[in-house]
Every structure is written in structure tokens, then in C-alpha cells.
């Protein structure tokens, strides 16, 4: 996994695994797969920690391999 990615690249991933957005909501957006919400950062100096990135992961049950084959 990289060590950063960006935002457009981290919404481009996950619509590709059925989610949909990003929509307003509050502090921040989110997207939305089922009934799951997920709030998507919005970095506006640099691009998404790695860390983030896999709390994103836990948080929507997505696996490392998966989302590496995306």
C-alpha cells in the first residue's frame, strides 16, 4: 500500500466497490454503499495518510487484497 493517495483517487477506489457519492453531510462528506456511511476526508494542503486510509478500510470492511486490486 502507498503511503499516501489522494482524495480523487480514494473516491474513484471506492466507487469502484459499489459505493456512491460523495454526498454533503455536516463537517465532512460522505459516501454511502447500502446502509454503511463513510465520511471521506478532505485534506486541503496534501494528499491522505496511509493511516487514515486503512482506518477508511476497517471502517467499510474492506480487505488490504481487495482493495489493492483495484
Known amino acids: ?6 482524495r480523487k483517487e480514494l473516491i474513484r477506489k471506492l466507487k ?3 459505493f456512491i457519492g460523495p454526498f ?25 495518510h ?3 486510509i486503512k482506518e477508511i478500510l476497517r471502517q467499510a470492511n ?3 487484497k481487495k482493495w489493492e486490486k483495484i
Open 1 to 6: 500500500m502507498e503511503t499516501t493517495l489522494s
Open 50 to 52: 496511509v493511516s487514515l
Open 16 to 18: 469502484d466497490l459499489g
Open 24 to 48: 454533503s453531510g455536516g463537517k465532512h462528506q460522505f459516501m454511502q454503499k447500502d446502509k454503511l456511511k463513510l465520511r471521506i476526508p478532505n485534506p486541503h494542503t496534501s494528499d491522505i
Open 62 to 64: 474492506i480487505s488490504r
